[in-house]
């Protein structure tokens, strides 16, 4: 935010704007709402919101440190029972959230991964097509097992890296060849990290926080399987899109000069499969197999999820170093009180307002949801331009799922929806974990940006279609 | 390392034997799911569940669970069809050892797909009318109690408030009017309320309202010719069909236009009536469907009882509730002991 400019601070525009509207907007609302009849309790309710809605737009503070103030407000301003605002703190949104990143933080501290990783580089054919394939199938296998997608890229990175460090030496490339092949190793893992991020709900941060924002109903019914299986025709399109992509798009094949004894020796110095490795792919079992056993179990797989994360603390697998640094807590603050506003908001029967005042939306979601399909997508593509992914998470999940509540259509159909189209970024600085990723190849990965934010763009459309192609299975397992 | 080595054995046997002690006591652990055919902030519903609380809290070895169709406020077939089979999916989720099923879209839409299951127990609740038409009829795996309205409670109480008044109308000339939605519930009760002998009153018939407006044309145009109009419900009203207006109109809406519209007392059939603005109701007791569902539950879990073996029954107790304020402005006494029911239910208003 702060930047240092021959030895001057500097403020940015972003944060005087962002500071000046935190003291300005609050300010204007409780006036406002006052003016148009709310109870005081609305009033701060709405102001509060307001501030903490600036705060992330405007992206001055942490996005945690937001959520945070709003449950300190909503507690010092007695909006609701303590109980209720805490209320995220309790959920089982919150305990499936902290059980997911821990396991995740197993898979990868316990160097699983990355044995996966090399093993993948072994057996492929050398050449850039089944790296390609490989590189993307890597972000794809980790993406329900690793909840962060940054945490993915830091999975798929260092093979990038090196694959190009070390498999182009002596080939008789022009340079042109050589960069449009770069980028399209390049472009397969990123797809490969980001691709099905909303089909799997424990695939990123924001995908627990909307489903611990459903109404509790929605969340017992669309727990990690069921969460998968209806999104099914989306992951489908978004595969075989991908494939097409690679095929007409981001088509450089060609034969690599791979130093397999290289990972030969990686693969050595690792040794065999560890106590930590096996008790890491363990867990993964036994969570997969609480899944599909939940009816004869007749424990939730949140519950299943915390024992393996207990019994990875309880024999030291996942070290109280590692649960104190590697979990994300400030994610897991924002979760909770984020859970905690939403319950407010229902409490103080502010979603009635708000679907009262937005009854027309209402409406159209139930009337044409074919066409709210594309207005959602179009909103939220053009609105991402310029606000950050979580804010625009938040803000639509918190005004879109009372109204599809109201409207009969599935809340977890439109908090899908709204991850889907969310997760799109064509250029760099719409997504943290884009830069990221870009920042840790860079050195030897000259990517052409633009190839890659054609190829995002192109996927947008594709996530318009698959939604489309859809339809007809949603109606037919009752989601539509 | 050979102590370590131990130490790592007796840690595995301690997670061993947790995991098997809960596995044994969640499996064997009974499982009741309650399937509610409307949403939870709905009075009727709400109040069942006290009832079943009320029961099921002294059997904390019970799982219970929740889940509501909310077709009261979704009234399409398209959407009856989603809820029934989200329904159907948290039956199977679930496997529950008893299904409670409230009100009549439940069994319509879930229970006639369990019936003679013999892994699952239905009990219902809140049926309207018959229960045949949903296949419970010799059931082995069926048992439930009844929701009839309480016409002879009403009568009575018209009759009270004829002779408290002062009237000096024959009862002869009391007419009564009865007007409805047009939903699932009120449909399968007008051939009852219909068919109720309400001598020495006239009873007008009963008038359904597609929609608001045409409940207004019934309330202005007709409502004149009677001395008293009996409401149930109005939530499935529409603003105004074919005409785009198809949002549901809020039942307070309903009910405080009613009132100020209607030149006789408007009296409620259903206990929450009152709260929705109503001077007064006499209503089927919603405690009594769940004490007595989740007892028969109860005694098919605890006592083994099959539910075949357990009669289906009629609801018997009624309550009053009453807005003191609004039946005086419309000069209307009761006796005490009508005030006092309402206090002691929790049900009475100023």
């Not at chain 1, 197999?289 to 915390?306: D, E, L, R």
């Not at chain 2, 929740?66 to 077939?77: A, E, G, R």
């Not at chain 2, 069926?142 to 009237?167: N, P």
């Not at chain 2, 002869?172 to 009760?189: F, Q, R």
């Amino acid at each position: 935010m702060e930047q240092q400019v021959s030895g001057k601070t500097t403020v940015s525009w972003r944060e005087y704007t962002g500071w000046l509207l935190t003291n300005i907007v609050p300010v204007a609302v409780y006036l406002y709402t006052q003016k148009a009849g709310f109870n005081r309790e609305s009033s701060i309710f709405a102001a509060v919101v307001s501030v903490t809605l600036v705060m992330w737009i405007t992206e001055i503070l942490p996005d945690f440190v937001p959520g945070l103030f709003s449950t300190l407000m909503f507690i010092l301003f007695s909006l609701a029972p303590n109980e209720v605002i805490l209320s995220g703190f309790a959920s089982e949104g919150f305990f499936l959230a902290v059980s997911v990143l821990g396991l995740g933080t197993v898979i990868v501290t316990s160097g699983l991964s990355h044995r996966y990783s090399l093993m993948m580089l072994k057996i492929m054919p050398p050449n850039t097509f089944w790296y390609q394939i490989s590189l993307f199938f890597t972000g794809l296998i980790f993406t329900p097992l690793v909840p962060v997608i940054s945490g993915r890229a830091a999975i798929v990175a260092p093979v990038l890296n090196e694959i190009v460090t070390h498999s182009y030496n002596g080939l008789d490339l022009d340079e042109r060849t050589m960069a449009r092949s770069k980028t399209a190793l390049f472009a397969s893992s990123l797809i490969g990290i980001t691709l099905l991020s909303a089909s799997f709900l424990s695939s990123t941060p924001l995908n627990l926080i909307v489903y611990g924002m459903l109404p509790l109903q929605e969340q017992q019914s669309f727990q990690f399987i069921k969460w998968s299986y209806a999104s099914l025709v989306v992951s489908g399109t978004m595969l075989i899109s991908f494939f097409i992509i690679l095929a007409l798009y981001l088509r450089s094949f060609h034969k690599l000069n791979v130093n397999k004894d290289f990972i030969n020796d990686e693969l050595v110095k690792m040794g065999r499969l560890k106590v930590v490795e096996w008790i890491a792919v363990f867990g993964i079992v036994v969570l997969a197999a609480g899944m599909f056993a939940a009816t004869i179990t007749k424990i939730s797989v949140t519950w299943v999820a915390f024992a393996i994360m207990f019994a990875l603390l309880f024999v030291g697998v996942l070290n109280p170093n590692d649960f104190r640094t590697k979990i994300d807590w400030s994610f897991l603050f924002l979760l909770g009180s984020m859970i905690g506003l939403v319950n407010t908001m229902n409490y103080l029967k502010i979603d009635l307002i708000v679907v009262k005042n937005l009854g027309w939306l209402a409406n159209y979601m139930h009337s044409d949801f074919r066409q709210f399909i594309v207005l959602i997508a179009l909103t939220i593509f053009v609105v991402r331009i310029i606000i950050p992914m979580n804010a625009v998470v938040l803000i639509f999940a918190a005004t879109l799922l009372p109204l599809a509540k109201a409207s009969g259509i599935s809340t977890w159909l439109t908090g899908f929806l709204i991850l889907f189209f969310a997760e799109t970024a064509v250029f760099p600085f719409q997504a943290p974990y884009l830069s990221n990723f870009r920042n840790a190849t860079k050195a030897v990965v000259n990517q052409q940006e633009r190839s890659v934010s054609v190829v995002n763009l192109l996927l947008f459309f594709v996530k318009v279609a698959a939604i489309y192609l859809s339809i007809p299975f949603w109606t037919m397992i009752g989601v539509l | 390392m050979r102590r370590k080595a131990v130490i790592n054995v007796l840690i595995v046997i301690f997670l061993i034997l947790s995991a098997a002690v809960v596995l044994f006591s969640s499996i064997t652990k009974p499982i009741i799911l309650v399937i509610h055919s409307y949403d939870p902030d709905y009075a009727w519903c709400r109040d069942i569940t006290v009832g079943l609380q009320r029961v099921l809290k002294k059997h904390p070895n019970y799982s219970v669970k929740w889940h509501y169709m909310d077709v009261k406020n979704h009234t399409s077939p398209a959407f009856k069809r989603k809820a029934g089979i989200q329904a159907r999916e948290a039956v199977q989720r679930w496997q529950p050892d008893v299904l409670i099923l409230v009100d009549d879209d439940a069994s319509e839409l879930v229970g006639r797909y369990y019936v003679n299951n013999p892994k699952i127990n239905i009990v219902f609740a809140g049926l309207n009318g018959e229960y045949s038409p949903y296949g419970y009829e010799g059931a082995a795996n069926v048992t439930g109690i009844l929701e009839h309205k309480q016409y002879k409670a009403m009568k009575e109480t018209i009759d009270t408030i004829e002779k408290s008044a002062k009237r000096h109308v024959a009862a002869g000339n009391v007419k009564i009017m009865y007007i409805a939605d047009n939903s699932t519930s009120l449909a399968i009760d007008k051939k009852y309320i219909d068919a109720f002998d309400w001598t020495p009153f006239e009873y007008l018939g009963s008038y359904v309202a597609r929609d608001f407006t045409q409940w207004k044309k019934f309330i202005t145009e007709d409502s004149a010719r009677a001395d008293y109009i009996l409401v149930a419900n109005y939530r499935t009203l529409k603003r105004s069909t074919g005409t785009g207006q198809d949002e549901l109109v809020h039942p307070n809406e309903v009910v405080e236009w009613t009132n100020s519209n209607s030149k006789v007392p408007v009296l409620g059939l259903n206990l929450f009536n009152v709260e929705d603005g109503c001077m007064l109701s006499v209503g089927v007791s919603p405690f009594e469907q769940g004490e007595t569902a989740a007892s028969m539950a109860v005694d098919i879990i605890d006592k083994h009882i099959s539910p075949r073996d357990i009669p289906i029954r009629l609801n018997k107790q009624f309550i009053v509730a009453m807005r003191k304020g609004m039946l005086l402005a419309k000069g209307i006494e009761l006796p005490e002991v009508y005030e006092v029911f309402a206090r002691s239910t929790d049900n009475y208003k100023n």
